[in-house]
């Protein structure tokens, strides 16, 4: 089956429930900054997977997609912090 929407990958689709599920758990943090932070880091997450399948270019979307993965690990690594604070 060929993919001929950014909807139908399965890596957007997970990250549209990462970027809900962030917004859900962070809804009554005080720490606006670090909120701000992890949000836009998880709406790139999806935003680049998106920009990339539409940019109609193999090695453009794998670019996005190495991006995508950059802000990932940058979610990752504000949930350590989060834990580490909660602890």
Do not use: C, P
């Amino acid at each position: 089956m060929k993919i001929t929407r950014f909807e139908d990958i399965d890596a957007w689709k997970e990250s549209r429930i990462l970027v809900e599920t962030i917004y859900l758990v962070t809804k009554e943090v005080r720490d606006f900054a670090f909120v701000n932070q992890i949000t836009r880091a998880a709406v790139s997450v999806m935003s680049n997977i998106a920009e990339g399948f539409d940019r109609n270019s193999n090695k453009e979307f794998i670019h996005f997609l190495i991006i995508s993965r950059g802000s990932l690990s940058e979610v990752k690594s504000l949930l350590y912090v989060a834990i580490d604070i909660v602890i």
